[in-house]
T-cell receptor, first 114, second 109 residues
Framework: KAGVTQTPRYLIKTRGQQVTLSCSPI?????VSWYQQTPGQGLQFLFE???????NKGNFPGRFSGRQFSNSRSEMNVSTLELGDSALYLC?????????????FGSGTRLTVV | TQLLEQSPQFLSIQEGENLTVYCNSS?????LQWYRQEPGEGPVLLVT?????EVKKLKRLTFQFGDARKDSSLHITAAQPGDTGLYLC?????????FGSGTKLNVKP
């Protein structure tokens, strides 16, 4: 079956702009989680969606938001971009019960803010 | 606060050597996963361990979950250049995953 698909793979944005990233989970997976990965901070949890509802949220400012659609596809949005938002953004899906089998990650979206 | 501490942070070895990576916590986890990540890609799940004391083998990789479910280790026998990558452990509790900071392994031919 197809893996987790993230688009776009690479993105360059200017400070102050906003960006939307997309994630299509593995068919049948209802949970989608988003992570930010940077060399200094490692993998930082952003949020998790399950059946269109945000179930968990990490410690990120309100500029970071997300949503999940009825087909389990998810988007995350970052508004008023800052240089420090440059990172690899990873989407991960899992099948219920959540956590038992671990995540399947996408290849990520590399965001560069200039 | 990192709930999971991995050691060492960096490891550079010659092909054919053995190595062990550690993942430690003061918290008890209901399950623990190990992932490997290559540059520019997302982490790939290697194994999930659930029972305290559990040992799983994946070819030359041996994973162990501590008896108290607070720690884990990954042992690689006769490392190969293809084992190069970032190794991440992740503990699962109360609907959340907690990732370690990772061990960057470089295996030189």
């Amino acid at each position: 079956k197809a893996g987790v698909t993230q688009t776009p793979r690479y993105l360059i944005k200017t400070r102050g702009q906003q960006v939307t990233l997309s994630c299509s989970p593995i068919s049948g997976h209802r949970s989608v989680s988003w992570y930010q990965q940077t060399p200094g901070q490692g993998l930082q949890f952003l949020f998790e969606y399950f059946s269109e509802t945000q179930r968990n949220k990490g410690n990120f400012p309100g500029r970071f938001s997300g949503r999940q659609f009825s087909n389990s596809r998810s988007e995350m949005n970052v508004s008023t971009l800052e240089l420090g938002d440059s990172a690899l953004y990873l989407c991960a899906s899992s099948e219920p019960p959540i956590g038992a089998g671990g995540y399947t990650f996408g290849s990520g979206t590399r965001l560069t803010v200039v | 606060t990192q709930l999971l501490e991995q050691s060492p942070q960096f490891l550079s070895i010659q092909e054919g050597e053995n190595l062990t990576v550690y993942c430690n916590s003061s918290s008890v986890f209901s399950s623990l996963q190990w992932y490997r990540q290559e540059p520019g890609e997302g982490p790939v799940l290697l194994v999930t361990v659930v029972t305290g004391g559990e040992v799983k083998k994946l070819k030359r990789l041996t994973f162990q979950f501590g008896d108290a479910r607070k720690d884990s280790s990954l042992h690689i026998t006769a490392a190969q250049p293809g084992d190069t990558g970032l190794y991440l452990c992740a503990g699962y509790n109360f609907n959340k995953f907690y990732f370690g900071s990772g061990t960057k392994l470089n295996v030189k031919p």
